[in-house]
Every structure is written in structure tokens, then in C-alpha cells.
């Protein structure tokens, strides 16, 4: 959300945000997004009883906006099949995929000893990330877990906006 009003999207591409979804109540974007008059539906994933039932409902939920492409930004989901299959949508990872996927990819790069890190943007698709993009944050000598992690917020929000994406063929 802060990026769409920074990056005046709406003015440059025509594309606006029509709502946030998150699965945590307390997310930084729905309080975002109702500061600006935007749409915000909390679908708490605990609340199903399965992987399939939450994938469900949050597709429903996302059918409800109509939008052309979802944008998912901190949403630390493994999207299902009925997300995926109805919905183009692009994901930034605060790290470099392959290399480090999951929830704890700059713990892992780091771990590891990388010195050179970076975000990835990418095409969310069942069993792989595919049009990836990946932009570089830096060499470091030895970065902290928590300084790592906002250059890699700030990376992601970079990435995302260099991203380029088209619409599915049919």
C-alpha cells in the first residue's frame, strides 16, 4: 500500500490497490490500507480446518476484488491450488531464490555466510517461483540478523517495483 501511493501508481500505470487481505489482524498493511479508504478483510487461517478450506476462502475472498494481478507483500503463506490457479500473483522474498527459500531465508543466508545478499520478485506458482527478478542489496562484512532484515524490506520493495509482469495467455 505504501508503495502504490509512494510510487503514484495510479497516476503512472492506472493500476490501484482494491483491497488487503492478510491472515493476521494486526498486519502494518490493513492499517495502511483503511487509512486510505481501501478494502481490508482479515482471513485468520487458524480459524479452518485445513490448508484447502483457507486456500478456498481467500481465494473467494480475492475473487470478491476482481482484480487483474495479486501482490503479495509479508504474507508468510504457502499459497494452494484454488489461489493459484484462478490468480496471477507476484511474491517478493527477502532473499535470493533459490538459494534460501522459506520463512527464514536471511536467517539461513546468513547462517551461511553469504556476503552478498538480495531480494527476489517473482511469479507465485505451484511447486516453483518462475519469472524471477533479483536485486542485489550489497556486500556485507558481517550484518546483523536485524539489519539485514530491513535492507532486505527495503530490497523487496525495490524489487517489486522493478518487477515487470503480462498477463497470462489463455
Known amino acids: 500500500v505504501r508503495t502504490a501511493q509512494q510510487e503514484r501508481w495510479e497516476q503512472r500505470y492506472g493500476a490501484r490497490v482494491a483491497a488487503v487481505i492478510s491472515n493476521k ?15 481490508t478483510e482479515v482471513l485468520d487461517h487458524k480459524a479452518y480446518a485445513s490448508r484447502e478450506a483457507f486456500d478456498a476462502a481467500l481465494a473467494q475472498a480475492i475473487d470478491a476484488c476482481e482484480p487483474a494481478l495479486v501482490v503479495l507483500a509479508g504474507f508468510m503463506r504457502i499459497l494452494g491450488p484454488a489461489t493459484l490457479a ?35 520478485c517473482h511469479v507465485a506458482q505451484r511447486h516453483c517461483a518462475c ?10 562484512p558481517r550484518p546483523s540478523p536485524s539489519s539485514r532484515l530491513r535492507r532486505s524490506r527495503r530490497g523487496s520493495d525495490r524489487a517489486g517495483r522493478r518487477c515487470r509482469w503480462s498477463p497470462r495467455q489463455p
Open 131 to 140: 519469472g524471477m527478478g533479483t536485486s542485489s542489496i550489497g556486500k556485507f
Open 86 to 120: 484462478r490468480h496471477t500473483v507476484i511474491n517478493t522474498h527477502p532473499a535470493l531464490l533459490p538459494s534460501f527459500p522459506g520463512a527464514h531465508g536471511v536467517r539461513d543466508a546468513l547462517a551461511y555466510g553469504v556476503t552478498v545478499t538480495g531480494t527476489t
Open 25 to 39: 489482524a494486526d498486519a502494518k498493511g490493513l492499517e495502511l490500507a483503511r487509512a486510505q479508504c481501501i478494502a
